[in-house]
């Protein structure tokens, strides 16, 4: 009988806490204190300062079972049998520790012992210079079976200085049948045969910028292994996808797309399965689909796998449904999936619904395309179109060439390729790559200067000493009035941006010199980084200043930040346990809260919510802070906000109930806060709004900034009183007049603007012409509304009798177009809202509707030509 999954993964654990590790839970895929990587892509991620020595955690040894994301080999996943893009890495650590020896013997006890896997198919490789390692490896394993390779594959670098080592793989010999069929096979071939299980990674080297190799003062182990390939090989299976992690979800979305998970169709299924666990895990830990960034790798994996139903003529949602399989499989790994299925399963599905319109509107446009190659007799569709489409509109370029090829064309396959290979190169450079590099000079100077000790909870002014000065990224001896910098002191007051919360202001000065902190972060674990200004005099390294913070606007920061603490409860309260933070902003003047919810919050319940949080501000309730480990205040019910990277030792913020016992709200928070309830004064919500698929943003002001917020409507209403020359009391009945009357004042406008431009329909007749034996009439008219056009339209249509129109009205700030067509062309085929779509493409615009008419609108008219010729090419 199979091992299961769940088994597996709690055994790896199991089997390093009894060797001493402490077991780490995995960290989200945005990986935490490292905004310059997109995704945590590797088990050692969430430990860097382990490694370089900076971490505050007391082990010295760990293992996790990591949730990871990578797409450098999405074009492969479900084509071969080992590659994905969402997979868990089972990983130990040693963190200055125990080194190769210990490594070696746990990872092949592990695998033959625990995991049963026969010896006589596993093999070792190590560097060809690591006799160490091989001198290990002989005392375990056979040395017929341990193989030294060339650096290429078995030595690890960070990048082109730093930390880096020999690793030594583990493989195993899938059987011939799986292999090229050489006599020459070996464990070198890339052919398949032999799968890598895991990596041990021995890092004992830094490398300097000469090339040569010193030996670091704390040697660091480093592992991974794919869990996929892990259970595969434990159950005997010569691919990942023949899993329990895997089968459920192949099975669901065959039945689905009613198709069999045998021959062709194995590896759009499998990719299927790939793709909605990845979609699942990063729409859980907080990516929505966007496009850029992290958000635009969620909607093209999510489109990849939508675009395969389209293949059997599956033209509905349908990756939503497989979240459930994947729900049922992972649920009891982690758990935190519960509360959030959901809003997973109503982002899928709304950006599925977006991308079914896509394919729509792109297959018109690509129709368009094929008949103007076509007329041009040309045979292939040009690389630069089909990359286009494929770009813009998000139209996949396999479908592109499978429609092309339908119509007797090809596609310009180089062409195609040239123009990705452009646009991935243009979005390397927009990106900073791994950050390893933008992290070097801050993390250099913070092993230096070690980490500064914040007293900003408790004080707000403390004296330090300077300990580097910086200007323009370089480390200085001084710094001189006039000039800007940066300071970082032994002690802070000054809290640094983080958790969504805006650093504080202030000024560091002594008896010689005054700056102005115009901003605080911290660019490597914690390490403050003071941006000033110098006023006065100079500031050199070993002066000891005064760091005294603005403390109007620490608190006012501090009463957004509690506020924000209450709104969170308020919400979860209203509408259920679904809420959860997706992103804040926490700052003087105002402060912003984005959460997970299906639809936009309505006027009633923004008043509810107002009521209820200023009636907790009204009972005063204690707010306390509070250290504790983190296992205890996850069983305590505390919350944790995204975005925030949690040790063993965490800070809860709780606002205690109207007795004292027990909690209202409890948070994992590093932020500043009131000490009462009372002490935020009242509560505004300012506005709602949407800002992207199943996500919600409230802006609201709170203390001093409500106040000011309050008293400037009160401002507005009165001066739009004085200048209606009425009451206040009169002001709303006097506006819904005034209202009624322009309403009035406009239709009559809108009415004569019609009856001008109905007298024109006899020169507007004069434009028919015949498109391919249809009557085709297009017209450019005044500045009209959408009625009119329609007005028009009709005329048009009782003129012509038979005819098929697109008349186009351009207002100030936007134009409008209607697309008509009698019904005899109807009956032909002729499909207004096609043409609309094809329209309104080319215009940058929308549009659609039903065969006979359809409607839309665009803010540039600049390619009309263009678009009409598109339009035309449809009839």
Not at 424 to 436: D, H, L, T, V
Not at 508 to 517: G, T
Not at 665 to 680: A, K, Q, Y
Request: some cysteine.
């Amino acid at each position: 009988m199979d091992k299961l999954s769940s088994e597996i993964r709690s055994e790896f654990l199991r089997f390093f806490k009894n060797n001493g590790c402490v077991v780490v839970p995995s960290d989200s895929l945005i990986p935490a204190g490292d905004k310059t990587l997109l995704f945590t892509s590797a088990g050692m991620v969430q430990f860097k300062q382990h490694f370089l020595g900076q971490s505050k955690d007391s082990f010295t040894k760990a293992a996790s079972c990591q949730k990871c994301f990578r797409t450098s080999d999405i074009e492969q996943v479900g084509t071969t049998a080992r590659h994905l893009t969402f997979f868990e890495m089972l990983g130990n650590f040693s963190f200055g520790d125990y080194f190769k020896k210990e490594a070696a013997a746990w990872a092949w006890e592990f695998l033959t012992k625990n995991m049963s896997l026969p010896k006589d198919k596993l093999y070792i490789t190590v560097y060809k210079d690591d006799d160490e390692a091989a001198e290990i490896w002989k005392v375990i394993a056979p040395s017929n079976r341990i193989i030294k390779m060339d650096e290429e594959t078995n030595f690890w670098n960070m990048g082109d200085v730093g930390p880096c080592g020999p690793c030594s793989e583990i493989l195993i010999d899938l059987g011939r049948e799986t292999g090229c069929g050489s006599s020459a096979c070996s464990p070198s071939c890339s052919c398949g045969r032999y799968l890598e299980i895991w990596n041990l990674v021995f890092t004992q080297f830094d490398r300097q910028s000469d090339g040569s190799l010193r030996n670091l003062p704390q040697k660091n182990i480093d592992t991974g292994m794919g869990l996929e390939r892990l259970i595969a090989a434990t159950n005997g299976k010569k691919n990942v996808f023949d899993t329990d992690l895997f089968m459920p979800i192949i099975e669901s979305a065959a039945e689905i797309l009613k198709i069999k998970n045998e021959g062709k169709d194995m590896p759009k299924l499998r990719m299927i399965a790939d793709h909605s666990r990845a979609a699942t895990f990063l729409i859980s830990d907080g990516i929505l689909p966007s496009n850029e960034g992290r958000g635009y790798v969620l909607r093209r994996i999510l489109r990849r796998a939508l675009r395969q139903g389209k293949f059997y003529g599956y033209g509905r949602p349908f990756i939503n449904e497989i979240v459930l399989p994947v729900f049922k499989i992972m649920e009891s790994a982690y758990p935190e999936l519960s509360s959030k299925l959901s809003s997973i399963r109503y982002v899928i599905k709304t950006e599925e619904e977006k991308f079914l319109e896509t394919l729509e509107s792109g297959s018109e446009m690509l129709s368009g395309i094929i008949s103007s190659y076509k007329s041009k007799g040309l045979n292939a569709v040009g690389g630069k179109d089909v990359f286009k489409l494929y770009d813009t509109y998000g139209f996949p370029h396999d479908l592109t060439k499978e429609i092309a090829s339908e119509n007797g064309l090809g596609i310009d396959e180089d062409g195609f390729k040239s123009e990705q290979k452009t646009a991935r190169e243009k979005s390397r450079a927009a990106w900073g790559g791994s950050g390893e590099k933008d992290m070097t000079f801050y993390s250099t100077l913070r092993k230096k200067t070690g980490d500064t000790a914040f007293a900003g909870y408790d004080d707000y002014a403390s004296e330090g000493r300077v300990l580097a000065l910086i200007k323009t990224d370089e480390e200085v001896g001084e710094l001189r009035a006039g000039e800007s910098g940066g300071i970082i002191l032994s002690q802070t007051s000054f809290y640094a941006q983080s958790g969504g919360q805006d650093a504080d202001k202030g000024k560091i000065a002594n008896d010689s010199f005054e700056s102005a902190v115009e901003d605080v972060f911290k660019p490597a674990g914690n390490l403050f980084v003071h941006k000033v200004k110098i006023l006065k005099g100079l500031v050199k390294i070993g002066d000891t200043v005064s760091a005294v913070i603005d403390i109007e606007r620490r608190m006012q920061i501090a009463r957004h930040h509690t506020t924000a603490h209450l709104l969170h409860k308020a919400l979860r309260e209203t509408f259920g346990e679904h809420i959860a933070q997706a992103g804040s902003l926490v700052a003087r003047d105002y402060f912003r809260f984005d959460f997970t919810h299906f639809s936009a919050v309505k006027k009633n319940d923004l008043i509810g919510l107002e009521k209820k949080v200023n009636c907790i501000i009204r009972s005063n309730l204690e707010v306390r802070i509070k250290t504790m480990a983190a296992a205890e205040a996850r069983s305590a019910g505390a919350i944790a906000l995204f975005g925030e990277k949690y040790g063993e030792e965490v800070r809860t913020v709780s606002v205690k109930n109207k007795d004292g016992n027990g909690n209202y709200s409890m948070e994992l928070c590093g932020g500043t806060h009131v000490g009462r309830t009372g002490d935020i004064g009242i509560f505004k919500i300012t506005a709602e709004s949407s800002i992207a698929a199943g996500i919600r943003r409230i802006e609201a002001v709170a203390g001093v900034a409500a106040e000011n917020y309050i008293l400037n409507e009160e401002a507005a209403t009165v001066m739009t009183a004085e200048i209606l020359n009425v009451a206040k009391e009169d002001l709303i009945n006097k506006a819904r007049k005034f209202v009624i009357d322009y309403k009035k004042l406009e239709s009559e406008l809108g009415s004569l603007r019609s009856s001008q431009i109905l007298d024109k329909i006899d020169s507007y007749a004069k434009n028919i012409k015949c498109v391919n034996g249809i009557n085709f009439l297009s017209a450019m008219v005044g500045e009209t509304d959408v009625k009119s056009l329609r007005n028009i339209s009709d005329q048009l249509k009782e003129k012509l009798k038979s005819v098929v129109l697109l008349i186009v009205s351009k207002n100030e700030s936007k134009a409008f177009f209607i697309v008509s067509a009698t019904l005899d062309y109807v009956k032909k085929g002729v499909d207004a809202g096609k043409i609309a779509k094809a329209f309104a493409a080319t215009i940058n615009g929308s549009g659609g509707g039903k065969p006979d008419f359809a409607q839309g609108g665009s803010k540039d008219l600049s390619n009309l030509s263009n678009a009409i010729k598109n339009a035309q090419e449809l009839l």
